[in-house]
């Protein structure tokens, strides 16, 4: 019963590098989403996907690119980090708009 | 602008008791709204659903209410144990397409001996 699974679970960048964070989920779900996590702030969505093969901006996603090749798995790219991208990244994945999301464990990114 | 509050925004109980978490929300158009538990480290974790016709929805020790008049909502946690130590959050979704939730900062429970 893995759920959603996040790699990796830490991560240390220096300003301008490159990563990707993955995500994989097995329970066949359609819509998938990446938010971050602030202290003081409610959770943001970066993107989303409705399926595989497409992706959609959500209320953050500058600096940020997304990917969906396969059905179970969901990729966000950091081009060039930023400081103001040290955040926790939360995978989710839901059955439906109106479903019940489940969520990764996250990522816990600083950037220096 | 669509906003979800909560309060309090931190509590401290004693176990075996019970507390009420509120939330109050300017979202619009409603579809749905949502609490969610969130353990420190951990993703959050589902607790209840409700659309605008169900107005209390329970899960275990976790009852939830929702008032869509007044735009409020509460979540009851009764015969509080440790392990309830964590964030609550309260989510409100949006009708339409496109994916439309709004998240609450959480209101942070911690449960004592």
């Known amino acids: 019963n893995a759920g959603v699974t996040q790699t990796p679970k830490f991560r240390v960048l220096k300003t301008g590098q490159s990563m990707t964070l993955l995500c994989a989920q097995d329970?066949?779900?359609?819509?998938m989403y990446w938010y971050r996590q602030d202290p003081g702030m409610g959770l943001r969505l970066i993107h989303y996907?409705?399926?595989?093969?497409?992706?959609a901006k959500g209320e953050v996603p500058d600096g940020y690119n997304v990917s969906r090749l396969k059905k179970q798995n969901f990729l966000l790219g950091l081009e060039s980090a930023a400081p103001s991208q040290t955040s926790v990244y939360f995978c989710?994945?839901?059955?439906?708009?109106?479903?019940?999301?489940?969520f990764g464990s996250g990522t816990r990114l600083t950037v220096v | 602008k669509n906003q979800v509050e909560q309060s309090p925004q931190s509590l401290i109980i004693l176990e075996g008791k019970n507390c009420t978490l509120q939330?109050?929300?300017?979202?619009?158009?409603?579809?749905?709204l949502r609490w969610y538990k969130q353990d420190t480290g951990r993703g959050p974790v589902s607790l209840t659903i409700?659309?605008?016709?169900?107005n209390t929805k329970s899960n275990g020790r976790y009852t939830a209410t929702l008032d869509a008049d007044t735009k409020q909502s509460s979540l009851h946690i009764t015969a509080s144990q440790l392990s309830d130590s964590a964030s609550y959050i309260c989510?409100?979704?949006?009708?339409?397409?496109?994916?439309?939730?709004?998240f609450g900062t959480g209101t942070q429970l911690k449960v004592e001996l």
């Open positions: 989710a994945s839901s059955y439906s708009w109106t479903g019940g999301y489940t």
């Open positions: 329970m066949n779900h359609e819509y």
């Open positions: 996907s409705v399926g595989e093969g497409t992706t």
């Open positions: 939330c109050n929300y300017t979202v619009s158009p409603f579809s749905n």
């Open positions: 409700m659309t605008f016709s169900e």
């Open positions: 989510v409100v979704g949006l009708t339409g397409g496109g994916n439309k939730l709004t």
